[in-house]
């Protein structure tokens, strides 16, 4: 079952903070975040696993809530090159079980 | 250490013709994946190969589309009697043989257009 996100878009200023959810139906294992920029390759941000563990990059943080079945990716202080589509992708097992990605949030950070 | 490496990147075929993605995955990965993107859509799945086996082709439509990914040489994605509707973005990942932690390496995508 595909993930849902939300918002599906997001437009911000520079420097202001956004939220991106990412819920599911089914018992989760892994929730996973990749941003895709257009017409490039999407690029691995961090892995979260059950037991609700927070990660961070850079000043991109994330939660997973296990009994919710949801993760959010806390975007703070939002830079120019935040910009780009995000994706949540979703194991129910884990290992090299395949992921299954939400349709997106797209994110413009404006100057 | 090279990344994920897909060609071509961009392919052009006429409506009934045969496309061929071809995938080499990350040294010392040998798990591949391969999905399909549409415009402002997301990463659709399609299947999930390991040297010489399909471990999971739940995504693949049962006609026309086929994929392997050999001993030796590169995964392929094999489209045949395109359509206008195979028009899209194919991208392939890997992930690690060991330690596999999920997180997958994409390449930078071949984008079919059927004329």
């Known amino acids: 079952q595909q993930p849902v996100q939300s918002p599906q878009a997001v437009i911000l200023r520079e420097g202001e903070d956004a939220v991106i959810n990412c819920s599911s139906s089914k018992a989760l294992y892994s929730v996973h975040w990749y941003r895709q920029k257009h017409g490039e390759a999407p690029v691995f941000l961090m892995i979260l696993l059950k037991g609700g563990e927070q990660k961070g990059h850079e000043k991109i943080s994330a939660s997973f809530n296990e009994k919710k079945q949801q993760s959010s990716l806390y975007l703070t202080a939002s830079q120019l090159s935040y910009s780009g589509t995000y994706f949540c992708g979703t194991q129910t097992q884990g290992g090299s079980e395949k992921l299954v990605f939400g349709k997106g949030t797209k994110l413009t950070v404006n100057p | 250490n090279a990344g994920v490496m897909q060609n071509p990147r961009h392919l052009v075929r006429r409506r009934g013709q045969e496309a061929r993605l071809r995938c080499s995955p990350m040294k010392g990965h040998s798990h591949v994946y391969w999905y399909r993107q549409l415009p402002e859509e997301g990463l659709k799945f399609m299947v999930y190969l390991q040297k010489e086996n399909i471990i999971d082709e739940s995504g693949m439509p049962k006609e026309r589309f086929s994929a392997e990914f050999p001993k030796e040489g590169p995964s392929i994605l094999r489209i045949q009697q395109v359509v206008r509707g195979d028009s899209a973005a194919y991208f392939c990942?890997?992930?690690?043989?060991?330690?596999?932690?999920?997180?997958?390496?994409f390449g930078e995508g071949s984008r079919l257009t059927v004329l």
């Open positions: 990942a890997s992930s690690r043989s060991t330690g596999n932690t999920g997180e997958l390496f």
